[in-house]
């Protein structure tokens, strides 16, 4: 069973618009939530993360928006640009699971010059 | 450039042979974790360990896959007796502290690419 799901395999964007990536989870005890991006041949890296008593978090082009009763979590890329055509993979911890992460699938992100 | 290091970098072995996967932490971190990710699947926890201990090992295979992190030395995942299925890219993350706080980052290595025949 898939606790974190990324139900998007691939994006495909515009140099300058918007990039929204989705996330959905289904273990309410999941308390803390991170994306990775991660380009072929690499190992993914850390990009943004959030807790569960933050709805919003920012970080330069890079926000994450958590809606716990949806149990739905989205990153938002603004503006996207080229260098951000990756994998990004959705995770999610728990303190009663020390905290390692159940990932997500993964969403191919393309962004057209 | 203090990052996680693993190697090989690619893996080929025939069935029935053995793979020995070695990853280095970060310099200062003593936390390691072991991941698979399987084509078209994301990254599946398999195995946390600290020096000379391991502390979770939930989502390790109960047979043929062991894992060790010496006092010295870098972490080795080990696949005896290796089957098609075990065709993989393993990802090793280390971290500074115990994933306790939850705010703690871990860091990936580049990842060994398994291929058996």
């Known amino acids: 069973d898939q606790q974190v799901k990324q139900n998007s395999p691939s994006l495909s964007v515009q140099e300058g618009r918007i990039s929204i990536l989705n996330c959905d989870y289904t273990?309410?005890?999941?308390?803390?939530f991170l994306w990775y991006k991660k380009y072929p041949a690499e190992g993914p890296t850390f990009l943004i993360s959030?807790?569960?008593?933050?709805d919003k978090n920012e970080d330069g082009r890079f926000t994450v928006f958590l809606n716990k009763s949806a149990k739905h979590l989205s990153l938002h890329i603004v503006p996207s640009q080229p260098g951000d055509s990756a994998v990004y993979f959705c995770?999610?911890?728990?303190?009663?699971?020390?905290?390692?992460?159940?990932f997500g699938r993964g969403t191919s992100l393309i962004v057209h010059p | 450039n203090a990052g996680v290091m693993q190697n090989p970098r690619h893996l080929v072995r025939r069935r029935g042979q053995e793979a020995r996967l070695r990853c280095s932490p970060m310099?200062?971190?003593?936390?390691v974790y072991w991941y698979r990710q399987l084509p078209e699947e994301g990254l599946k926890f398999m195995v946390y360990?600290?020096?000379?201990?391991?502390?979770?090992e939930s989502g390790m295979p109960k047979e043929r896959f062991s894992a060790e992190f010496p006092k010295e030395g870098p972490s080795i995942l080990r696949i005896q007796q290796v089957v098609r299925g075990d065709s993989a890219a393993y990802f090793c993350?280390?971290?500074?502290?115990?994933?306790?706080?939850?705010?703690?980052?871990?860091?990936f290595g580049p990842g060994t690419r398994l291929t058996v025949l």
């Open positions: 310099k200062g971190h003593s936390h």
């Open positions: 993350a280390s971290s500074l502290t115990r994933q306790g706080s939850g705010t703690d980052t871990q860091y």
């Open positions: 995770a999610a911890s728990a303190a009663g699971g020390s905290y390692i992460p159940t």
């Open positions: 273990n309410s005890m999941f308390d803390y």
């Open positions: 959030i807790s569960s008593i933050k």
């Open positions: 360990l600290q020096k000379e201990n391991i502390i979770d």
